[in-house]
C-alpha cells in the first residue's frame, strides 16, 4: 500500500513569475495532500527520523496525528520539542537528516517530513486562519506571566534560532527567561539573512511571538559585551547566561579590490534586502545597489540567497561563480535547483584573483582562474587545483562575496575569561558549557557558520544542562 | 524599545542637539564611542558619536548635521517625540593616557565629537591644545563648552568671519613648523580634514589618532560594510576602531567607500522632502 502513494512534493511559484517580487516560492501542502503524504509513514517501531532530528521531534507521533486529520494535535506535538515549527519545516535540510534516515529513503522516496512540519505550523496559525487560536492564546499568556513572576531568572543572548529554542525550553521548564537582542527586531539570521521569498518574516514574527506567549522576554536593542556585560547580568540577578550571538565578520577572499564600491559581503547585501527591506527604497530609507551584472562567489545557501535577492531587485544577469564543481556545492539542493529555475547562472571550476575598478573606484571587471580538482582534502571534497595561465576576466558592476563568516567577536572581545579557539569560536562542552561557569553557548558563534537546526539543537542541549546546573 | 528626546537645541543651521533618554548607554559610555538609531520603521540605522552623557539623569547627547534623508527626519522631531530604536554604546572607547601634550582638532559637525576626548585627556593629566574649524561663524558649534574644557584654543574659518581665515590643518603646520611640542595629535571631522592633518604629522612623526565616521549597518561586528584599510590590512571600524592609527589609514578608498549610495541619498531626501512637503 505504501509503494501507491507517490512521496508529494510540494509546489513553487513558476520562476517566471517569482522573480518578480520578494513573496515566498515554496507554496505548502493543501489539506488533502498532507493527510495523503502522512498516510505514506509507516510508523517505524524504532524509528530513525527522531535521531535524525537535532531537537528530537516525535515525527511518528505528529504524522500519525496528520494523517487522522488531527492537525492541532499535530503541532501541539511538535511544539512538545520545538518553538519553531513554521521556521524548520522551511530552512531546515531534512534531506540530510530525519528525511535522509527515513526508511523510505532506501528507494529515495522518504516521507516529506519537512513539508508536513511546515503544513502543521501554517494549518494552525492565526495568519492562514484567523479563527484558529494555537496561541497566544490568554490561557497561555497567563500562565507565562505566572512562571515569570516565580522562576529563576535566566539571560539569553541573542534572539536567533539558538537563541529561541533555548529560551523557549526554558521557559516550558519554568525558568524566567529575558533575552537581549543588539538588532531591532528578534530573529537574528531568520530575520537579517534569510530572504523573505524563503522565510517570510511575518512567520518569524509569529513564532517568536510563540516564544514570547510562553513567558519569554525579548529586548532589543541592547548588546552584550556593549550596553551590558557577561558580569552585569549575573550581578543584576540572573542565574545563567545562554550565548547565542551567532555569526561575526564575513571571510574575506584575500585578493586586491575587494573593498570597492559595489562589492558586498553577503551579510551587509542581505542585511540591507531583508532587515533594512531595501527592496522597497525608497519607502523604506536604507538603500541598495542594483547591479545589473552580478557575481556572487561561494554556493552555498548565503550565496544562493544573494544571487536570487538580486536577481528580484533587478539584475540581468546573476553568476554564481564557484571554485569547485556543482557536486561539492554546499547549498541545499533545492534551493540550488531553484536558483537555476530562475534563471542564476553558474560558473563553475573558477577562482577570482583580482577585482578591478573603473577610474571612480567602483567595481568593473573581476579576473578569474580556472580550477580542476584533485585530491579530497580535510572537508572530505575535492581540492580545486588552479590552471596555470588560464586567467579571464568578466564584466560586472556588482559583486557579492558569501564564502563565509566567523563567530560574532563582540561578546568573546568584552569577556576576556570566555575562552575561544583561534578562529573565534567559543569553546563548549559537549552540553554546550563555556569556560566561564554559569555560562553556556551554541550556535553560530561555537560553531562559526552553521544550520539554523544544529543551532536550535545546541539551545537545546544548552536548556537541558542549565537546568541541571541550577538543581 | 523607545528613546524620549528630552530636549532639543539648534546650534547652527542644520546642526542640531539632541539630549536622549537612554539609561543603559549613558552608564556605559565612554570617551570615542557611538550609537546607532533609528528614527521608526521605515528608517536607515544611522551612526552618531555620543557627544556628552549624563549617567545620573540616564541621558546621552546627540549631535548632527542635516545631511541626508534620515538626518532631516531626525532634525524634524521634537522634545517629546521618541526614536524607536538607540543602540550602544559602540565601537572602542578612545585610549586615553598621559603622553604630555595633545592637541584635539575638530572639524565641522566633528568638533561635536571631541569635547568628550578633551575632558579624557585633560583628567589624564595632559595639556590638551584644541583647534576647532568651519565653514564660517555661524556653523561653528560648541565654542563655549570646549573653551571651559581646554587649555588653550585655536579657531579657524574657511571665510575669516571667525578666528582665523583658513584650515585647522594651517595652524597645526604652524605648530608643528614651530616647534611645538606634541605628543598625540586627535583629529575628527570630514575626511579631507583628517588626511591633511595625517599628512602633517606623519613627516614629523607625531603619532596621531583619528575616528572614522565609515558607513555602518549592525555596528556589531558583523555586516563588513565599514570595513577601512588600515596598514594594508582589512580593519572593521565598529569593532576594531572608530580611532586608528591616522598614518596607517588609506584616506582615498575611505572616500570611495563612503560614496557609494551618493545617487540613493539624493532620492531618498527627494522622497522624504516630497512626503514631509518642504
Request: glycine share 14%.
Given at each position: 500500500m505504501v509503494d501507491k502513494i507517490e512521496r508529494h512534493s510540494i509546489p513553487d511559484r513558476s520562476a517566471h513569475e517569482r522573480i518578480k517580487d520578494f513573496e515566498e516560492v515554496a507554496l505548502g501542502f493543501n489539506l488533502e495532500d498532507a493527510i495523503e503524504e502522512a498516510k505514506r509513514c509507516i510508523q517505524c517501531k524504532n524509528p530513525k527520523c527522531v535521531g535524525g532530528c537535532p531537537v528530537e521531534i516525535d515525527i511518528p507521533g505528529f504524522i500519525r496525528l496528520i494523517a487522522a486529520g488531527d492537525i492541532e494535535g499535530a503541532i501541539k506535538k511538535i511544539k512538545e520539542k520545538n518553538s519553531l515549527p513554521a521556521i524548520c519545516g522551511r530552512v531546515c535540510p531534512q534531506e540530510d537528516q530525519c528525511e535522509k534516515v527515513c526508511i523510505l529513503n532506501i528507494k529515495g522516496?522518504?516521507?516529506?517530513i519537512g513539508a508536513l512540519e511546515r503544513f502543521a505550523a501554517d494549518y494552525t496559525s492565526p495568519l492562514s486562519s484567523p479563527s484558529a487560536n494555537s496561541f497566544p492564546s490568554p490561557s497561555k499568556m497567563e500562565r507565562g506571566a505566572e512562571r515569570k513572576r516565580g522562576g529563576v531568572r535566566i539571560a539569553v543572548v541573542g534572539s536567533g534560532p539558538a537563541g529561541l529554542t533555548c529560551a523557549g525550553d526554558m521557559a516550558k521548564m519554568g525558568y524566567n527567561v529575558t533575552i537581549f537582542e543588539s538588532?531591532?527586531?528578534?530573529?537574528g539570521v531568520l530575520s537579517y539573512g534569510i530572504p523573505e521569498f524563503r522565510l517570510p518574516k511575518s512567520i518569524v514574527k509569529l513564532e517568536v511571538e510563540y516564544v514570547q506567549s510562553l513567558g519569554v522576554d525579548v529586548i532589543t536593542d541592547v548588546l552584550i559585551g556593549?550596553?551590558?556585560t557577561i558580569d552585569d547580568l549575573f550581578k543584576d540577578g540572573y542565574k545563567a547566561v545562554f550565548i547565542g550571538s551567532g555569526a561575526g565578520l564575513p571571510s574575506q577572499l584575500g585578493i586586491p579590490g575587494e573593498n570597492y564600491q559595489g562589492v558586498y559581503f553577503a551579510n551587509e547585501f542581505l542585511f540591507r534586502v531583508n532587515m533594512m527591506k531595501a527592496y522597497k527604497f525608497p519607502e523604506y530609507l536604507t538603500p541598495v545597489l542594483i547591479g545589473k551584472k552580478v557575481a556572487v562567489f561561494g554556493a552555498g545557501n548565503v550565496a544562493m540567497d544573494a544571487a536570487r535577492c538580486a536577481l528580484r531587485l533587478g539584475a540581468e544577469k546573476v553568476s554564481i561563480i564557484y571554485r569547485r564543481s556543482r557536486t561539492e556545492m554546499p547549498a541545499r539542493a533545492e534551493e540550488i535547483i531553484r536558483a537555476e529555475e530562475e534563471g542564476i547562472e553558474f560558473v563553475l571550476l573558477v577562482a577570482p584573483t583580482e577585482i578591478i575598478s573603473d577610474d571612480k573606484g567602483r567595481v568593473k571587471q573581476v579576473e578569474l582562474l580556472k580550477m580542476e580538482l584533485g585530491e579530497p582534502d580535510a572537508s572530505g571534497r575535492r581540492r580545486p587545483v588552479p590552471v596555470p595561465g588560464s586567467e579571464f576576466k568578466i564584466n560586472v558592476d556588482m559583486v557579492v562575496v558569501a564564502i563565509g563568516n566567523s563567530p560574532n567577536p563582540l561578546v568573546p572581545k568584552e569577556t576576556p575569561e570566555l575562552k575561544t579557539e583561534k578562529w573565534g569560536g567559543v569553546i563548549v562542552t559537549k552540553e554546550q558549557a563555556t569556560s566561564i561557569p554559569g555560562v553556556y553557548a551554541g550556535g553560530d558563534i561555537v560553531r562559526g557558520s552553521a544550520t539554523v537546526i544544529s543551532a536550535m539543537g545546541d539551545g537545546k542541549a544548552a536548556a537541558k544542562t542549565i537546568k541541571l546546573f541550577l538543581n | 524599545m523607545n528613546f524620549k528626546i528630552l530636549r532639543e537645541e539648534k546650534l547652527a543651521e542644520n546642526i542640531h542637539l539632541m539630549e536622549v533618554e537612554a539609561p543603559l548607554v549613558a552608564k556605559a559610555a565612554k570617551a570615542g564611542q557611538f550609537v546607532v538609531l533609528r528614527i521608526?520603521?521605515?528608517g536607515e540605522r544611522i551612526p552618531l558619536t555620543i557627544a556628552d552623557k549624563d549617567p545620573g539623569k540616564g541621558t546621552i547627547e546627540i549631535i548632527f548635521q542635516e545631511a541626508g534623508a534620515s538626518t532631516k527626519l531626525l532634525a524634524n522631531m521634537k522634545t517629546g517625540d521618541s526614536i524607536l530604536n538607540l543602540l550602544g554604546?559602540?565601537?572602542?572607547p578612545a585610549h586615553i593616557e598621559n603622553v604630555g601634550i595633545v592637541i584635539v582638532i575638530g572639524g565641522g559637525v566633528g568638533i561635536a565629537e571631541i569635547y568628550p576626548a578633551i575632558k579624557a585627556y585633560k583628567s589624564a593629566g595632559n595639556k590638551v591644545i584644541t583647534i576647532i574649524g568651519a565653514r564660517c561663524r555661524e556653523l561653528l558649534i560648541s565654542e563655549k563648552k570646549i573653551k571651559e574644557a581646554t587649555d588653550e584654543l585655536y579657531i579657524t574659518t574657511d571665510d575669516g568671519?571667525?578666528?582665523?581665515?583658513?584650515?585647522?590643518s594651517d595652524i597645526l603646520k604652524e605648530m608643528v613648523e614651530g616647534g611645538q611640542q606634541i605628543n598625540l595629535v586627535y583629529a575628527v571631522g570630514p575626511v579631507p580634514m583628517m588626511e591633511a592633518v595625517s599628512n602633517i604629522t606623519k613627516p614629523a612623526k607625531i603619532k596621531t589618532i583619528v575616528s572614522l565616521n565609515t558607513l555602518m549597518l549592525d555596528a556589531t561586528g558583523m555586516c563588513g560594510v565599514c570595513r577601512v584599510t588600515v596598514g594594508g590590512e582589512i580593519k572593521f571600524a565598529c569593532v576594531d576602531g572608530p580611532e586608528f592609527d591616522a598614518h596607517l589609514v588609506d584616506f582615498a578608498e575611505l572616500k570611495t567607500r563612503l560614496a557609494t549610495y551618493k545617487e540613493k541619498e539624493k532620492k531618498a531626501l527627494e522622497h522624504v522632502c516630497r512626503l514631509s512637503g518642504s
Open positions: 522516496k522518504s516521507v516529506a538588532l531591532h527586531l528578534p530573529g556593549k550596553t551590558l | 521608526d520603521e521605515r554604546p559602540l565601537g572602542n568671519s571667525c578666528g582665523r581665515k583658513g584650515f585647522v
